[in-house]
């Protein structure tokens, strides 16, 4: 059975990093796109950033964490990670990881429709 399962998030003061993890089960996630996702309350799911099948394309960042946030995978550890960096208070919410079906898919996207499979997310907490 495919899954994804996230994990790495806590609470951090402003200016502080993490680096979250999705691991995935059940397939090889180097051959699919890959995306984060956050939900702050109230607010909509917002995309991150994405990663294409096998680093074939530069990985997206939204806007307002260019600069700060890199997504990265080690395809051996069958691992996507996000690393974030002088987190602010608006980083805070819950992070999720998802994966295409499209496979070999030299794009990515930060639109949550195009994603199938989703992990049940991980609490990232930016506070004095």
């Known amino acids: 059975q495919s899954q994804l399962v996230e994990s790495g998030g806590g609470l951090v003061e402003p200016g502080g990093s993490l680096r979250l993890l999705c691991v995935a089960s059940?397939?090889?996630?180097?051959?699919?796109?890959v995306a984060w996702f956050r939900q702050a309350p109230g607010k909509e799911r917002e995309g991150v950033t994405c990663?294409?099948?096998?680093?074939?394309?530069?990985?997206l960042y939204g806007d307002t964490v260019k600069g700060r946030f890199t997504i990265s995978r080690d395809s051996a550890k069958n691992t996507v990670f996000l690393e974030m960096n002088n987190l602010k208070p608006e980083d805070t919410g819950v992070y999720f990881c998802?994966?295409?079906?499209?496979?070999?898919?030299?794009?990515?996207?930060?639109?949550?429709?195009?994603?199938?499979?989703w992990g049940q997310g991980t609490q990232v907490t930016v506070s004095s």
């Open positions: 990663i294409s099948s096998q680093n074939s394309s530069s990985p």
């Open positions: 059940g397939f090889a996630l180097r051959l699919f796109p």
């Open positions: 998802a994966a295409e079906s499209r496979l070999f898919s030299s794009v990515c996207s930060l639109s949550s429709p195009t994603y199938d499979s």
